[in-house]
């Protein structure tokens, strides 16, 4: 089965830039989301088919997929940023994926 | 503004049923694929399946750790979407969560998530 990879927590400053990873064999075939959930709360589409926002997300979050790696970088990271953000994609037609999940803590 | 609202979460023995809906609005039901994803305990997401919106059949889709237990279906009528699960399992415990799946073929992501539901499974 198709397995995403992500680091398990990356730790970032308040306003520095935040990259989060998300790793698969040719990954960088597929579309990646990005999804952020914070404690107690529900998953929240943060960045869809590798590289597009939804409304309503801010433009510090962006995405990128190549080869092997999909990353979501956070620019000028703040502190509702924080939470855990998983990797998603299709393993096939019929098939989702999500990655282990990576847990951003900003200090 | 489009709404998912799980229901039917509890506390079941192992071995036994339970059935989730997930009640919509906001949107036109019938033109969307529905999917669930679970979240046990401190662990991350697992996708769980979906069903397609009508147009493209209605059919559903699994993943192998629920396939052949568990079914999806939808009412058009009512906006509303179903996760059978059946032979419920420990391992089962989790947060569902009801999600619309938007997009073609190889490119869908999951734009809209409902709350949740709880299910426990114990005896």
């Known amino acids: 089965s198709y397995e995403l990879t992500q680091p398990p927590s990356v730790s970032v400053s308040p306003r520095q830039t935040a990259s989060i990873t998300c790793s698969a064999e040719n990954l960088g075939q597929k579309y990646v989301s990005w999804y952020h959930q914070k404690p107690g709360q529900s998953p929240v589409l943060v960045i869809y088919?590798?590289?597009k926002r939804p409304s309503g997300i801010p433009e510090r979050f962006a995405g990128s997929n190549s080869g092997n790696t999909a990353t979501l970088t956070i620019s000028g990271t703040q502190a509702m940023d924080e939470g855990d953000y998983y990797c998603q994609a299709w393993d096939g037609p019929t098939s989702a994926v999500f990655g282990g999940g990576t847990k951003l803590t900003v200090l | 503004e489009v709404q998912l609202v799980e229901s039917g979460g509890d506390l079941v023995q192992p071995g036994r049923s339970l059935r989730l809906s997930c009640t919509t609005s906001g949107f036109t039901f019938g033109d969307y694929s529905m999917n669930w994803v679970r979240q046990a305990p401190g662990k991350g997401l697992e996708w769980v399946g979906f069903i397609r919106g009508e147009a493209y059949g209605g059919t559903p889709e699994y993943a192998a750790s629920v396939k052949g237990r568990f079914s999806i279906s939808r009412d058009d009528s009512k906006n509303i979407a179903y996760l059978q699960m059946n032979g419920l399992k420990i391992d089962d415990t989790a947060v569902y969560y009801c999600t619309r799946l938007i997009g073609a073929s190889g490119t869908p992501y999951f734009d809209y998530w409902g709350q949740g539901a709880l299910v426990t499974v114990s005896s």
């Open positions: 088919q590798d590289a």
